[in-house]
């Protein structure tokens, strides 16, 4: 596990903020070439802040986002339906999978696999939340079934994998980047991440 000082938590918080405020999709800031960082910024919030108040904050960004972009952006609500509460484990599976990373992360090859791991099981359990909760609770689909649901899975769960593994890439870059510069300036640091 590695320790960040507060600054630095600080900055990547506000770093985190900001990439979800230019790619969440649909509002004032939106890059509409990018593609949706929020999961991403979920599981990097759990394996860089050390506190759970950065979970909270990212919700309420996370709501006000979409809340503004159904009143003042002139998207369609057909996403905000009772089935949106289930936005609040989906994200949360992301967080503690990469709070459950931070624990295993050493700056080594190693450190990949553990990495794998906790990216998957919350990518999946993201998914399963806010995918199934809308498909099964939104109300905007009859008849449902495991069948159909699997399909849907199948088509667009891939997407958000897309995403996600973009935006983890730059986040990789940008830490082995900021490690080595580290370790340059202080060869004898404990920091190991």
Do not use: K
């Amino acid at each position: 596990m590695f320790t960040l000082s507060t600054r630095s938590q600080i900055s990547i918080g506000l770093v985190l903020a900001a990439l979800m405020i230019i790619t969440r999709g649909h509002h004032f800031a939106s890059l509409h070439s990018l593609p949706g960082a929020s999961w991403a910024v979920f599981f990097l919030a759990g394996v860089y802040l050390r506190s759970a108040w950065p979970l909270l904050g990212l919700f309420a960004l996370s709501w006000g986002l979409d809340f503004a972009a159904y009143t003042w952006g002139g998207t369609r609500g057909f996403c905000l339906t009772p089935a949106y509460v289930f936005l609040l484990p989906a994200y949360a599976s992301l967080w503690l999978a990469g709070r459950w990373y931070a624990n295993y992360h050493q700056f080594t090859w190693r450190t990949l696999m553990p990495l794998f791991f906790s990216a998957t099981a919350g990518l999946i359990l993201c998914e399963l939340f806010s995918s199934g909760g809308f498909y099964f609770y939104s109300g905007r689909f009859t008849d449902t079934s495991m069948v159909e649901f699997g399909h849907r899975l199948s088509q667009f769960f891939p997407m958000y994998i897309e995403s996600f593994l973009f935006y983890m890439g730059l986040a990789g870059l940008v830490h082995v980047t900021f490690a080595l510069i580290h370790r340059q300036i202080d060869p004898h640091s404990t920091i190991t991440g």
